[in-house]
Nanobody, 122 residues
Framework: QVQLVESGGGLVQPGGSLILACTAS????????IGWFRQAPGKEREGVSC????????YYADSVKGRFTISRDDASNTFWLRMNSLKPEDTGVYYC???????????????WGKGTLVTVSS
């Protein structure tokens, strides 16, 4: 059974940091693009960051460049999103996802986690 499970969300003050983790089961990550998406209240889901190890490409949304870092460990079937200098506008439900394509688009992702809530507030 294919499954992605996120962890690490929570409440953090502006300027703080969080690390989200996503563990995959039922398949191996090494040939997949991994990605993080988020959905803020009243807004559409957006791509935050994606990585395709095979083609050596990494994407970051402009709003998170320099603050967020995506990483992966295919041996443990886990990937992470490190979020620094968090802002209130980073608040939302964060989803991990994977695809066999070299894209970072929610419409093209094959598997999704259920999401973890990140709230940035003082």
């Amino acid at each position: 059974q294919v499954q992605l499970v996120e962890s690490g969300g929570g409440l953090v003050q502006p300027g703080g940091s969080l690390i989200l983790a996503c563990t995959a089961s039922g398949f191996t990550l090494d040939h997949y693009t991994i990605g993080w998406f988020r959905q803020a209240p009243g807004k559409e889901r957006e791509g935050v960051s994606c990585n395709n190890r095979l083609v050596g490409s990494t994407y970051y949304a402009d709003s998170v460049k320099g603050r967020f870092t995506i990483s992966r460990d295919d041996a443990s079937n886990t990937f992470w999103l490190r979020m620094n200098s968090l802002k209130p506008e980073d608040t939302g439900v964060y989803y991990c996802a994977t695809t066999g394509l070299s894209i970072c688009d929610s419409y093209g992702m094959d598997y999704w986690g259920k999401g973890t809530l990140v709230t940035v507030s003082s």
